[in-house]
């Protein structure tokens, strides 16, 4: 069945879950955006009835559907038949802990990516603001759609790090300045784990894929190890302040 039939035959199932069917409230709601030969699915509102009904609509192996209900504690890239799963974190800069995380899964298949966002983000305003979705475009297909989510990803990361840069640890007591540090050090960690899937979907063997659509991630790889060596330099000189790197 092509990304046209599978695009239509979903739209009837998510209106026919509306009309009676099944309710709102039992299967949920998908947000889709077409691309040239590819479509984005946000599933986040789905249970699992009805994540379980729209993946199999796309012939996405089964146990996606299970990969996107489980709860990670580092990233992750995972493959599943011709469906590459990535688990990585969004980041919104918090006046009380310098940063907060809410867990992002991605579905790449060779037609189809498709996202959970850990639901609270929508209350949010500020990361909504960050992860945008991804506009229509005319070409590009699941390289383009997935880079963009990946570049929502390192915008989220910009913001933290312009939090972190506006502080400066000289007026800082003792502790807090401890705690300080602490936290950037977490942050760091946020930023070599998604350095490490950035080196995973760059392998080659990702091309079936991505299918050619690798370029553009040298240039997120390139902007997330500019933005390592930033906050590296404000662990390195502490006595900076805002405005001075």
């Not at 879950?17 to 947000?31: N, R």
């Not at 990946?150 to 915008?155: E, F, K, R, S």
């Not at 790889?221 to 933005?227: F, S």
Request: aromatic residues 6%; contains cysteine.
């Amino acid at each position: 069945m092509n990304t046209m039939a599978r695009r239509d035959r979903l739209r009837r199932g998510v209106s026919g879950a509306h009309d009676g069917d099944a309710s709102h409230e039992e299967h949920g709601s998908v947000v889709m955006q077409p691309s040239e030969g590819a479509v984005w699915l946000d599933l986040t509102l789905l249970n699992r009835t009805g994540l379980n009904q729209v993946l199999e609509q796309y012939e996405v192996p089964p146990e996606v559907a299970t990969y996107f209900l489980l709860h990670y504690q580092s990233p992750k890239v995972i493959h599943a038949g011709p469906a590459l799963f990535v688990v990585l974190w969004l980041a919104a800069p918090s006046l009380r802990h310098m940063f907060t995380l809410r867990e992002l899964k991605i579905c790449v298949t060779p037609t189809l990516v498709a996202t959970v966002c850990e639901p609270s983000v929508r209350a949010k305003p500020q990361l909504e603001r960050l992860l945008s979705l991804p506009p229509p475009m005319s070409a590009g297909g699941v390289g383009r759609l997935f880079g963009d989510l990946l570049g929502g990803v390192l915008t989220s990361y910009e913001a933290v790090i312009k939090t972190i840069t506006e502080q400066s640890s000289s007026r800082m007591g003792k502790e807090e300045r401890r705690l300080w540090s602490q936290r950037v050090e977490k942050f760091m960690e946020v930023l070599r784990g998604a350095r490490i899937v950035m080196s995973q979907v760059e392998r080659p063997e990702q091309k079936l894929v991505l299918a050619g659509d690798l370029k553009p991630f040298d240039a997120l790889t390139m902007r997330l190890e500019r933005l390592m060596c930033t906050v590296d330099d404000i662990v390195r000189t502490p006595h900076r302040g805002a405005g001075q790197l």
